[in-house]
């Protein structure tokens, strides 16, 4: 992968605590503030000349376990690292994955601008309720009081007017603003997959 494929890897923001150890045994503590399935980078205090191997564990989120993998400083500022993975096994780059999802296939979802009654649950703050800003069958923006951070795993429930149980859409938090928080869905069945894809498309045809 050339640097140019590096830098345009789809990547998520995130806030994990990550420890750098260089080959002289020291150990940098840092945090994580994007990560793809190519590299990271990591605001953290710390001598570290570009071209340096140093390998990496992140603390995964809500429960994920930890990911550790060699890297080398590609590029770095006063106070963040651009580090590229080098060789990250297939069974560690799945393990990623979900937290960088296919960013080209999600922008071109069709999409659903509609304020849909909704209610978030997170596993250390409980649940509250809220609404879509909008909706995919890949993600979603919301708007609810429920405190989130980038990384935090959550389930989102819809009610489809069509009968059946609610949709329950476990979900990464990816990003958000002052337009609403960003989630996006991960390891849906393809029951709700496709149960989810025919209610956005719903929602669309009212819109039209």
Do not use: C
């Not at 393990?95 to 296939?105: D, I, L």
């Not at 819809?158 to 960003?182: E, I, N």
Request: hydrophobic content about 45%; cysteine-free; charged content about 30%.
């Amino acid at each position: 992968m050339t640097g140019r494929d590096r830098r345009r890897a789809e990547r998520a923001r995130a806030e994990w605590p990550v420890a750098i150890e260089t080959f002289d045994r020291r150990v940098i503590p840092g945090e994580v503030v994007d990560v793809s399935t190519s590299g990271m980078r990591v605001r953290a205090q710390g001598e570290l000349a570009v071209g340096a191997a140093v390998t990496l564990r992140v603390a995964l989120p809500q429960g994920a376990d930890r990911l550790e993998v060699v890297a080398r400083v590609a590029r770095r500022s006063a106070e963040e690292l651009a580090l590229d993975f080098i060789g990250l096994p297939e069974t560690e780059a799945r393990r990623v994955k979900p937290f960088v999802p296919a960013w080209e296939v999600r922008r071109r979802a069709p999409r659903a601008h509609a304020r849909v009654p909704m209610t978030i649950e997170k596993r250390t703050d409980g649940s509250a309720t809220g609404e879509t800003v909008d909706l995919s069958a890949f993600s979603a923006r919301v708007a609810t009081e429920l405190p989130l951070r980038p990384g935090d795993r959550v389930n989102l429930y819809l009610s489809p007017p069509a009968p059946g149980a609610p949709l329950k859409l476990p979900a990464v938090v990816w990003d958000g603003d002052r337009t609403g928080t960003v989630l996006v869905f991960v390891n849906l069945s393809a029951a709700e997959f496709a149960r989810l894809g025919a209610y956005v498309s719903s929602l669309i045809e009212r819109e039209g």
